[in-house]
């Protein structure tokens, strides 16, 4: 199967897919902006005052050369983002507030991925979750059929890629909620090289224990098939029927998930969350994430303690998702 960044990199190769960094004077986004243009398949785009930004990697010791800086103050086409972002809130914002609103660089940069400008933005890595997801959820938004957003991991070990979905961003989903995250997820798993066999997890197998949570899950399986009939998706299972061969034939011998899945379905953020870090600590597993799904054009939130490499890697798939 390989590295998952080689088949990324390979799938990139002549796109020319353009990702925004809104941070553009922390030392860690210029690091991997500078590395990303050495490479060629992704255009960075660095967001902020010109001379900010260049004094910031002057102090970082890297070379932009000739990476884009844009400031959203003086961006020629600022006042037809803020035409844009007026006609995209319908009423909800006036002209004053947007222009407000476009000053800042997480809103500023969501417009540039709106407006076909850039493919997409990765944020976060100096402001929070809330600073990248809110732009995104107002301009950008779901796509038809997605109530909400979803975060998922890529676990990878080895040659073993997974992929681990809610472990982000929804709390509590309903049904409806679950089954469109099982959706997401798989879309997820093909952007990045992943055949995806779907299993969605609980602590009961194909009706062993009956109780609302367990249900929730089997509704979910329901309506997932309904949504995407010809995606290998199946459920309830507890983790061990959908991993291992020989346990999912004892406990669900009819399932076309015999214990092949590769991307899990937790029924909660609290399951999933949990379940992301244990693999991650114990297992030896590196996670790649949280990869947001859902959004009609990608945009993907860092951990304020990520690396330069982190912000390089994200990007990366940024670009890929949005292939």
């Avoid at 346990?247 to 590769?262: F, H, L, W, Y």
Wanted: with cysteine.
């Amino acid at each position: 199967m390989g590295n998952l960044f080689d088949t990324v990199k390979e799938n990139l190769k002549g796109h020319e897919k353009s990702i925004v960094l809104p941070e553009g004077t922390d030392a860690r986004v210029l690091e991997a902006a500078v590395r990303l243009a050495e490479e060629g398949l992704v255009k960075p785009i660095l967001l902020g005052n010109e001379e900010e930004v260049k004094q910031a990697a002057e102090k970082a010791a890297v070379a932009l050369n000739e990476i884009e800086i844009i400031n959203p103050e003086t961006a020629p086409y600022f006042e037809e983002l803020v035409e844009n972002f007026v006609e995209r809130r319908a009423g909800k914002n006036t002209e004053e507030q947007a222009r407000e609103f476009l000053t800042n660089v997480n809103y500023f940069g969501t417009m540039l991925v709106y407006t076909g400008r850039a493919d997409g933005l990765v944020s976060g890595a100096v402001n929070s979750t809330a600073d990248t997801v809110r732009p995104a959820l107002q301009i950008i938004r779901t796509k038809p059929g997605i109530s909400k957003t979803s975060g998922a991991f890529i676990m990878m070990k080895g040659e073993e890629r997974l992929v681990f979905g809610d472990c982000a961003i929804t709390v509590a989903p309903n049904a409806q909620e679950l089954a469109e995250i099982a959706v997401a997820s798989a879309e997820t798993a093909s952007s990045f090289g992943i055949d995806p066999r779907v299993a969605m997890l609980s602590f009961s197998t194909k009706g062993s224990a009956v109780t609302e949570e367990t249900e929730k899950v089997a509704e979910a399986v329901k309506i997932a098939k309904e949504l995407a009939p010809e995606l290998p998706l199946d459920g309830e299972f507890q983790f061990d029927a959908a991993y291992v061969p020989e346990v999912a034939k004892t406990k669900a011998p009819d399932s076309e998930i015999q214990g092949d899945a590769n991307v899990f379905v937790f029924p909660s953020l609290e399951a999933g969350n949990i379940g992301y870090k244990l693999t991650e600590r114990l297992g030896g597993y590196e996670a790649i994430g949280p990869i947001l799904q859902g959004l009609n054009a990608p945009v993907n939130d860092l951990s304020r303690g990520c690396s330069a490499d982190d912000v390089y890697k994200l990007s990366l798939m940024t670009a890929a998702q949005s292939l």
